[in-house]
């Protein structure tokens, strides 16, 4: 990946952030995210080259770096480029990696594995206590 | 497990062990009739599989090359994966969720229901619901499918209150927890769902239904199945009189091999089975076999699909408990007043957030994606599945300019949408909404279809020869110990998902055959 600078990673972790913002998430998830992004274009040329360049022209559409501008004008930049296969290819990465990273989930709320945990059936499958407990069968004679 | 030798020729070779292969094998089995399941995908057991939706997706899913085109979504949003369907043993029936609604008497009739709708291609099937209930009956039994024969109902998980009350407060009274066909309390040797939340993902515990944990087993008990995993079937063989003679099947070496059959029976699911019988070209049956109607591939069905999300500011915490333990039937009602033919279902439907990120907004990024995904917890949802026109040009074909590892074209799947899929869908997510929001939802999410689960229609059943691809009991119109055994009989769709229709028409079609075995000696 020598082809990629330190800079490069900064860039991509900031477009990352600016693309998919959540203000409760830590750097570490957009990290990982980025290392993904790496890895998958590692082995394919063509999207390495565009997105080489890519990260490159981003530094370019303003006065400052990409990295170094404020969340609303690089949101700008962004969408001025959302067509650009660089983008689409890092966000078809992207929306993988970042979701299926665990830290993530635990932010989000979501549990994962629970078989070996002996599932939900005694640990809140049917803990909603904010409306009323609902029919579960059709009654014929009403309906 | 049996063995069979490559030349016995008196065995009945089923391609493909999902809902239809399993089911069928096991009932012929059962009738004493030696059976080879050829299967393309691995042997994955419980233990195999993982509670965690992508590492479960890369493991089962169909994800060997297809090719799509059409003005369907799809063709955008998922262009090389039109499916969403299983390569292993027990097909989809691994990743199937369980629903077993009936369809209805107006349903197999939609010719006469409907009589002319522009640019579909209706046809009336040749049976019945009356013809068919009996074997809906067994098929329930079979599957344990709750509220029925006995067979308690689910517990009402959270995903399923927010989606009960809701629909109560817009007025729908037909709503329950099934039928589903998972163990509310052990049945059938199997145990009761432990509430884990997987069973698009194999479902460990075997609580689900499926063929590989329910019929297959059955069918070795009696020592007449020889299931071959990893074998992928590439071509069916005929004589000079036009009769099916033997199965040429690539194994996990990828060495071509040929067992001889005298019934050949295709069940790999409504995309693999076309592409099979188009694949089996010859000088006798230029076009494909069985195809000198052209119907083989045509009148490709997906039902017409979106899902719903309900946020509230409140946690529901879907993902805990069974997937899709909840259906609405009020829309499933015959009444062409709402502007459409065809009615749907609701169903409850829960996405961990790696899947609900790829799927609830396809392609999009930024503050507005993210918000979707921030209130993940406090996320309700509900799937539509509702009954798709057939269209003689929505169809499979061979893609010879692409090819799978074998070197076989790849299936091109190509489906534009009726304006009726687009009315109902657009009632449909209505609706939805309307429901969600009658308990406080603060927003909610239209999210387009996902790579289709149910796939119907490509050689599908008629009366007359002309019209479709099998007759009344499957069997190849054309090649008289071909039978076609899985949902590309469908005729038509309806509302309901397809499983316990496969399962149905499996056990009527293994009857016949071994009646036939009877008739003329085994």
């Keep these: ?143 | 497990m049996s063995r069979f030798d490559a030349d016995d020729d008196d065995v009945v070779v089923v391609v493909g062990s999902g809902a239809g292969g399993g089911t069928l094998a096991n009932e012929l089995c059962q009738r004493g009739i030696r059976t080879v399941v050829l299967e393309a995908g691995p042997h994955l057991t419980g233990k195999d599989y993982h509670n965690d939706e992508w590492q479960a997706f890369s493991q089962m899913a169909w994800t060997d090359p297809r090719t799509t085109s059409g003005s369907w979504r799809l063709a955008t949003d998922f262009p090389t994966l039109p499916a969403w369907i299983v390569k292993a043993v027990g097909g989809t029936t691994t990743h199937w969720a369980g629903a077993t609604p009936r369809f209805k008497e107006h349903e197999f009739r939609i010719r006469s229901t409907y009589s002319d709708i522009d640019g579909a291609s209706l046809l009336d099937w040749p049976i019945t619901l009356t013809e068919l209930e009996p074997y809906y009956d067994q098929a329930e039994v079979k599957m344990g499918s709750s509220h029925l024969h006995g067979r308690p109902p689910l517990p009402a998980n959270n995903n399923y209150k927010v989606f009960a009350n809701g629909a109560e407060r817009v007025g729908y009274r037909r709503y329950a927890t099934g039928p589903y066909a998972t163990n509310a309390e052990p049945y059938d040797d199997r145990p009761a769902t432990v509430q884990d939340g997987f069973n698009f993902q194999g479902d460990k515990g075997g609580s689900k239904w499926s063929t590989l944990v329910a019929e297959l087993p059955k069918a070795e008990k009696t020592g007449k199945l020889d299931l071959r995993p990893d074998s992928h079937a590439v071509q069916i063989l005929h004589d000079t009189r036009g009769r099916a003679t033997a199965v040429l099947y690539t194994d996990s070496e990828g060495t071509l091999r040929r067992q001889r059959a005298r019934v050949v029976c295709v069940a790999g699911n409504s995309i693999e089975t076309p592409r099979l019988l188009l694949l089996s070209a010859s000088a006798l049956f230029p076009a494909g076999l069985g195809n000198s109607s052209g119907q083989v591939g045509r009148n490709y069905m997906r039902h017409t699909t979106a899902t719903v999300w309900g946020q509230y500011d409140q946690p529901v915490r879907m993902y805990r408990g069974e997937t899709m333990a909840g259906c609405i039937q009020d829309e499933s009602r015959l009444d062409t007043s709402r502007g459409f033919a065809g009615g749907y279902y609701m169903q409850t439907i829960a996405l961990g957030p790696a899947f609900f990120a790829s799927f609830v907004a396809p392609g999009t990024w930024g503050p507005d994606f993210t918000s979707h995904m921030d209130a993940y917890r406090d996320t309700a949802g509900m799937w539509i599945v509702g009954e798709d026109m057939p269209q003689a040009d929505n169809r499979v074909t061979l893609n010879d300019g692409v090819l799978d590892q074998h070197g076989l074209p790849v299936a091109n799947v190509h489906f534009d949408d009726h304006p009726n899929d687009v009315a109902m869908r657009e009632h449909a997510q209505r609706q939805g909404q309307a429901v969600y929001e009658a308990v406080g939802a603060k927003r909610t999410i239209v999210t387009p279809p996902y790579p289709s689960t149910h796939n119907l229609g490509t050689c599908r059943m008629s009366e007359r020869p002309v019209d479709g691809v099998v007759d009344r009991h499957g069997r190849a119109h054309d090649v008289p110990n071909l039978f076609v055994s899985d949902g590309s009989q469908f005729t038509s769709g309806a509302a309901a998902n397809p499983t316990l229709t496969i399962v149905a028409l499996a056990i009527r079609q293994a009857e016949y055959i071994a009646g036939e075995y009877r008739r003329q000696g085994a």
């Design chain 1, 1 to 143: 990946m020598t082809l990629l600078t330190d800079h490069d990673t900064v860039t991509l972790v900031r477009l990352l952030k600016m693309a998919y913002p959540h203000e409760a998430f830590p750097d570490g998830p957009y990290e990982r995210t980025a290392q993904a992004v790496l890895a998958a274009v590692a082995g394919a040329p063509r999207q390495l080259a565009q997105l080489i360049q890519g990260l490159h022209d981003l530094d370019e559409l303003r006065e400052v770096p990409f990295a170094e501008l404020d969340d609303d004008t690089a949101l700008t930049v962004l969408r001025g480029i959302h067509e650009a296969a660089f983008f689409k290819n890092v966000r078809g990465v992207a929306v993988v990696a970042l979701y299926d990273d665990h830290e993530v989930w635990d932010l989000l709320g979501y549990e994962g594995p629970s078989f070996d945990k002996g599932g939900y059936v005694d640990r809140g499958f049917n803990d909603l206590d904010w409306l009323p407990e609902p029919k579960i069968s059709i009654e014929e004679a009403s309906a």
